[in-house]
């Protein structure tokens, strides 16, 4: 059966860390290294199919970039534009694509459809988000981490050195507060910071609750690597000592009519320079937001300082999407 990529909990920590340099590698070949005319182009005649039923600025751009980049062709197939879910199962669209593609990049609703998807398909399945889990997100998210403190470590960012250090230098012992919702995003790092030696408190209200199969790998890891890992309903407690600050919507894509709901029951959550500096973060700390924002999770002055990563983190979608694609579409495997 082929590899897929559905979340980072299927990974051991060295997979992480080496998907992660293997971005930073192409990266700097991409934009630092080698002119356009002498890349190789692995992915010369393939096809790698997005079937996406929610929206996406970020990961499909960085899909479909990354694909043409690699020679290959990328093929968006959005809810309006195939018979899935109007006029046929997923189960049957499963099969009928993959006997023609050579990778699946899916955006889902429930987490159990891309399950089903990888088990029907004859190609590699990528998870581009469901409910539970945004495995490339983290990737990306990682991979900002590495370079932001690399770059602390340098005490200069006039030139991208980030290549010349690993991943699995940098990252462990780093401090990750959490403040919002128990959603996708929390889950997969819940997933995967602590197995990579990372501290993880998580701030989220009450009867907000991450899944608990999540939860018990997370403290599963946490004993192992003897990491930190908190959850509490007080953002305060959370930001104490960290070095990033990182939160999401507080309404997710399918929760729109919780709306009202929902801001009702995260007031007092918005990351602002107040909150962050009275809670005690540690005097360097930056932000982190996976995109799209609104202002009600974040306020303008976080959200725009030079404490925030946004924007690296968006861009890094890219490469670690890339990397990904390599690896599963290129190699065969993670
Ligand atoms: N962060 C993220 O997945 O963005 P998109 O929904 O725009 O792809
Ligand atoms: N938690 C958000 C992430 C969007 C990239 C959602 O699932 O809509």
């Given at each position: 059966p ?6 980072t909990a299927?990974y051991?920590?060295?997979q992480?860390f080496n998907?992660?340099d ?5 990266k700097?070949e ?12 692995p ?6 199919a997005?079937l996406?039923?929610?929206l ?9 970039s990354s694909?043409a ?7 968006f197939l959005?809810?309006?534009?195939i018979q899935?879910g109007v006029?046929e199962?997923?189960?049957d669209?499963?099969r009928v694509v ?11 609703g429930?987490?159990?459809?891309i399950?089903?998807?990888?088990k029907?398909s004859k190609?590699p399945?990528i998870n581009?988000l469901?409910?539970k ?5 983290i ?5 900002t981490?590495?370079?932001?403190i690399?770059h602390?470590?340098?005490g200069k960012k ?7 250090q690993h991943?699995?230098?940098?990252l462990?012992?780093?401090k990750v507060a959490?403040v ?5 995003i929390l889950?997969e790092?819940?997933?995967?910071f602590p197995k990579?030696?990372m501290?993880l408190s998580?701030a989220c ?5 991450c899944?608990q ?7 599963n890891?946490?004993?192992v690597t ?19 600050v990182?939160?999401?919507?507080w309404?997710s ?8 709901k929902?801001l009702?029951?995260?007031?007092g959550?918005?990351?602002t ?5 009275k809670?005690?973060a ?8 996976c995109?799209p924002r ?8 976080v959200f725009y300082s ?5 924007f690296?983190?968006?861009?890094n979608r890219?490469?670690?999407i890339?990397a ?8 065969g495997r993670?």
């Amino acid at each position: 059966p082929p590899s897929h990529f559905i979340t980072t909990a299927d990974y051991s920590a060295d997979q992480l860390f080496n998907l992660v340099d293997r971005a930073i590698q192409l990266k700097v070949e991409s934009k630092y290294q080698y002119p356009q005319s002498s890349r190789e182009r692995p992915l010369t005649g393939k096809t790698l199919a997005l079937l996406f039923s929610k929206l996406s600025t970020r990961t499909r751009v960085a899909t479909e970039s990354s694909v043409a980049y690699l020679g290959g062709h990328a093929m968006f197939l959005g809810s309006r534009d195939i018979q899935l879910g109007v006029n046929e199962s997923l189960l049957d669209t499963s099969r009928v694509v993959s006997s023609m593609v050579d990778g699946i990049m899916a955006r889902v609703g429930e987490h159990d459809e891309i399950e089903l998807l990888a088990k029907e398909s004859k190609v590699p399945v990528i998870n581009a988000l469901s409910a539970k889990y945004h495995p490339t997100q983290i990737l990306a998210d990682l991979m900002t981490l590495h370079e932001h403190i690399h770059h602390l470590q340098q005490g200069k960012k006039d030139q991208y050195t980030a290549h010349t250090q690993h991943p699995s230098e940098t990252l462990p012992g780093t401090k990750v507060a959490w403040v919002g919702d128990a959603n996708n995003i929390l889950q997969e790092m819940l997933v995967s910071f602590p197995k990579l030696g990372m501290h993880l408190s998580a701030a989220c209200p009450q009867d907000y609750r991450c899944d608990q199969d999540v939860v018990d790998l997370a403290k599963n890891d946490s004993k192992v690597t003897g990491t930190d890992l908190v959850f509490t309903t007080n953002p305060q407690e959370a930001i104490k000592g960290a070095d990033v600050v990182v939160t999401d919507t507080w309404i997710s894509m399918g929760q729109e009519e919780e709306k009202t709901k929902r801001l009702q029951d995260f007031a007092g959550y918005q990351v602002t320079m107040d909150m962050v500096e009275k809670a005690g973060a540690k005097l360097d700390w930056s932000f982190m937001h996976c995109l799209p924002r609104k202002s009600e999770e974040v306020d303008d002055e976080v959200f725009y300082s030079d404490r925030s990563l946004v924007f690296p983190e968006a861009e890094n979608r890219k490469w670690t999407i890339m990397a990904v694609i390599d690896a599963l579409m290129v190699n065969g495997r993670i």
